[in-house]
């Protein structure tokens, strides 16, 4: 993600992969970045400091960045003063190895280290020394020191780094303790901490001032948060209340949910709070419970069920959304059938599908061959993406012709790319999505953006609701008003 904006300092390029957070992590960067006066430029040809925010989840997002630096190999040679610097989670993972395999870089800072950034810059610029920045192993010490090394900081808010103006992330929980045997994050993102409620109140109101009208909670385990403030547990649902009031939020969301942590109180907080969106994301990963045993997840097939039934109980139009690792080891076909079997029984709005891929460090790694061949697992990603699609365009389907109300993003992709081309004529295609998550396109004056519409639904794709604008009458007197919101 890169972003556009005029000073008159030295130039910034950064690209970010991965996850929300680390969108968060950027942002927080930048923030700090453009105090000491850089600007944004989305070319890395004409940038003087040059940022890689990474991700060590997938291989595939490593291989992108080494990728990305092997291209600016003989840069510094045209500019003696450019600063490179690889941040955030493949950082904290690889650490010194970043050096071997791309000399050139000058930084490699951890995800706990990011406050550190704007200094190690400078001196890299001055003194042409490299730095490595890192948070403690977690078998180098003990947990209050490793959690220590893993700081968070007071955030510099950008928005110009944000999926949208009206739109943010807030994170309320740092690091993971679930220690999933296939997932590195534990080890870059270090012990669970959860922040402290006024610290986030004080950032939902900053925000608030800022124009944003809609909030997204973070945590590897968002639903986790515990937070013991002026002798009171918080609990998200807490949280939650405790942040509903501010003035000028019009919708709280949060990400990523833990199946075992989906407690009563938060699916009623949910139900409850009408400013909270009535959708849940909650990772299955896998229907099998051997699967789920050697991914040391924590609860099986039929515990996942029952919480499932609770939320469908509680919420029965929420939708929810889960995440899937095909090809772990050692699935078999019976193993695969059984995922299969759980989203045609929960029909999940979305499922974010992922091809296992080993990561070093995990217990995975250790433990388990990676014995599913890359075909297979292909194999059975594109089986399982075509259910999901197939589920997801029948439940979009009974929609058609309801009233949804939509909070307005802006211009959608289509929109966006036919800018790109040249002078645009006639109606905006515009985006926004609708309490149950679901994204919504439809004609209408650009305007809108950050405010709730009506939208009836016409038609549908399996990712998409299409429809067009609801117009009230107001009576005035004898006079009636249409009001032109398209």
């Known amino acids: ?44 040809s004409d940038a003087d400091t040059i940022l890689f925010n990474t991700c060590s989840v997938r291989e595939h997002a490593e291989h992108k960045i080494y990728s ?62 490299r730095a490595l920045a890192v948070s403690l192993d977690r078998k180098e010490a003990g947990r209050a020191a490793v959690s220590d090394s893993f700081q968070s900081y007071d955030p510099l808010r950008e928005p110009a780094m944000r999926p949208s103006p009206h739109q943010a992330f807030v994170r309320i929980v740092i690091g993971c303790d679930k220690f999933c045997t296939y997932c590195v994050v534990p080890m870059t993102r270090g012990p669970e901490q959860s922040r402290p409620p006024r610290d986030i109140l004080q950032e939902v109101k900053v925000l608030a001032d800022q124009g944003v009208k809609e909030v997204t909670l973070l945590g590897q385990t968002v639903n986790s948060y515990k937070h013991t403030q002026d002798g009171k547990l918080f609990r998200l649902s807490d949280l939650l209340e405790h942040i509903h009031g501010v003035k000028g939020i019009l919708r709280l969301k949060f990400v990523t949910n833990f199946p075992k942590d989906m407690t009563d109180d938060l699916l009623q907080a949910v139900r409850d709070l009408p400013k909270c969106a009535q959708y849940l994301h909650v990772p299955a990963q896998s229907g099998c419970n051997e699967m789920l045993k050697r991914m ?22 929420a939708a929810v959304s889960s995440d899937f690792i095909v090809g772990f080891c050692g699935e078999t076909a019976e193993a695969h059938q059984k995922s299969l079997n759980l989203i045609s029984e929960c029909r999940f709005k979305n499922s974010f599908i992922f091809k296992y891929s080993p990561r070093p460090g995990t217990k995975a790694f250790e433990l388990y061959a990676d014995d599913v061949p890359e075909d297979v697992k292909k194999q059975r990603n594109n089986e399982m993406l075509l259910l999901q699609n197939q589920i997801s365009a029948e439940d979009n389907a009974g929609f058609i012709g309801d009233e949804v109300e939509v909070l307005v993003e802006g211009f959608s992709k289509v929109q966006l790319k036919k800018a790109d081309l040249g002078p645009v004529s006639g109606p905006s295609q515009l985006t926004g999505r609708t309490s149950c998550d679901r994204i919504v396109v439809f004609d209408g004056n650009p305007r809108l953006a950050g405010s709730l519409a009506s939208i009836e639904v016409d038609d549908v794709t399996p990712t998409t609701l299409i429809g067009h604008i609801v117009t009230r009458e107001v009576q005035h007197g004898s006079s009636v008003l249409l009001p032109i919101l398209a």
Do not use: W
């Not at 000073?7 to 453009?34: P, W, Y």
């Not at 099986?300 to 139009?317: A, C, K």
């Open 1 to 44: 993600m890169t972003s556009m904006a005029n000073t008159h300092n030295g130039k910034l390029f950064i690209e970010t992969v991965g996850c929300q957070m680390n969108m968060l992590d950027s942002e927080l960067v930048v923030g700090a970045l453009r105090k000491q006066g850089y600007s944004l430029t989305d070319d890395p």
């Open 68 to 129: 990305a630096l092997g291209r600016l190999k003989y840069s510094k040679q045209a500019r003696p003063n450019q600063v490179i610097g690889v941040l955030g989670c493949m950082a904290q993972k690889d650490q010194a190895l970043v050096f071997q395999r791309a000399p050139h870089v000058d930084l490699v800072v951890g995800t706990g280290q990011l406050a550190e950034v704007p200094q190690l810059i400078e001196a890299a610029r001055s003194r042409r020394e």
């Open 296 to 317: 040391k997840r924590g609860y099986t097939v039929e515990d996942y069920r029952e919480m499932f039934g609770r939320i469908r109980s509680t919420l029965p139009h």
